[in-house]
């Protein structure tokens, strides 16, 4: 089972991260390169605990849909994504917020189980981790970019709702 664990750190407050990171909009922005698009449940704005999204994208040439839900959710200091539906056995996405001084601490930590048993692991010592971790690293470079450039998704998609 594959683990991921990233650190970035952010020139913007926690709770910009926070948001930005729950963001179906910046989500969909970040993952360009797959056409990934939000088809399902919460299709645009900020998600919250117990919310779902349903993605479609093509990876490796094949277009694929997968489902992942809210499950902890605690403002503006972690929450969990897993998937409820898809072409993997499991996944399940950490995401935790400190505060270093002026700067955030963003920190990722995704666990996954690929379908296929031998031939899945074998896919991810060949090529899968390294996929995985390259789009990780691609959302957290967009994720940075419109945290410390101050820049909203197209005026009002990007809302900061208080309440959540």
Known sequence: M???RL???IQAPPERCFDLSRSIDLHTISTASSGER???GRTTGLIGLGETVTWEARHFGVRQRLTSRITAFERPVF???EMVRGAFRSI???HRFSADGEATIMQDT???VSPLGWLGRAAD???LERYMRQLLLERN?????YAESGKSLDGDLFVVDSRL
């Open 110 to 112: 995704f666990t996954y």
């Open 92 to 94: 399940h996405h950490e």
């Open 79 to 81: 929450f969990v994504d």
């Open 7 to 9: 650190t970035t750190r």
């Open 125 to 127: 010592v060949l090529f």
């Open 38 to 40: 939000a088809i399902a």
């Open 2 to 4: 594959p683990t991921i």
């Open 141 to 145: 470079a967009v994720i940075r970019g």
